[in-house]
């Protein structure tokens, strides 16, 4: 069965920074894309940011540009995701989901497996 | 504010048929396929409907999907106090960079 295990959520303050783990097993983790999706207390979902199975290709949200940086360690089964300059509108619950293809956006890739989340919470 | 439109919320009472529509644009809707994930309280979303219309292993067939041009929709017949939850619409954009979009959610109460 396909597990999905983030890690690294906290209390932090803004501007400081964070880095989230999610540790994947029990399928071929090279061959498939992975995403963050976050979730704000009692709101909807927003996704965040991909990367392709090989790492070659990034994208990310226009709200985190420039200061999230995803990145993945294929030999270790794991992604990540660094953010810096956190603001308090960054406090979510961070899904790690798996895409059905190797780069993201295929036509019919679609998220099929999602961790249970980590907490990340901004505030002075 | 979400790039796909969805109702805040929808409401049945058990055995009725309710459906959720989802709204989008040439570049997210129109050019891609939909999935629909189900949200229940406390939990991770889980994937309930691919490719516009196509049910996951496990996944009752009262649920269905659809889509036409820049709309979908999500329908639930036979509806039961377990389906309970917020559902997301979500698509491939595919202007700029390409990015996920999703849209804003809607709560289902089953009366």
């Known amino acids: 069965e396909v597990q999905l295990l983030e890690s690294g959520g906290g209390l932090v303050q803004p501007g400081e920074s964070l880095r989230l783990s999610c540790a994947a097993s029990e399928f071929t983790f090279s061959n498939y894309a992975i995403n963050w999706v976050r979730q704000a207390p009692g709101k909807g979902l927003e996704w965040v940011s991909g990367i392709s199975g090989g790492g070659g290709n990034t994208y990310y949200a226009d709200s985190v540009k420039g200061r999230f940086t995803i990145s993945r360690d294929n030999s270790n089964n794991t992604v990540y995701l660094q953010m810096d300059s956190l603001r308090a509108d960054d406090t979510a619950v961070y899904y790690c989901?798996?895409?059905?293809?190797?780069?993201?956006?295929?036509?019919?890739?679609?998220?099929?497996?999602w961790g249970q989340g980590t907490l990340v919470t901004v505030s002075s | 504010q979400s790039v796909l439109t969805q109702p805040p919320s929808a409401s049945g009472t058990p055995g009725q048929r309710v459906t959720i529509s989802c709204s989008g644009s040439?570049?997210?809707?129109?050019?891609?396929?939909v999935n629909w994930y189900q949200q229940l309280p406390g939990t991770a979303p889980k994937l309930l409907i691919y490719?516009?219309?196509q049910r996951p292993s496990g996944v009752p067939d009262r649920f269905s999907g659809s889509k036409s041009g820049t709309s979908a929709s999500l329908a639930i017949s036979g509806l039961q106090s377990d389906d309970e939850a917020d559902y997301y619409c979500a698509a491939w954009d595919d202007s700029l960079n390409g990015y996920w979009v999703f849209g804003g959610g809607t709560k289902l109460t089953v009366l």
């Open positions: 040439n570049s997210n809707i129109g050019t891609s396929t």
């Open positions: 989901a798996k895409e059905t293809s190797s780069t993201s956006g295929w036509y019919g890739a679609r998220f099929d497996n």
């Open positions: 490719s516009n219309n």
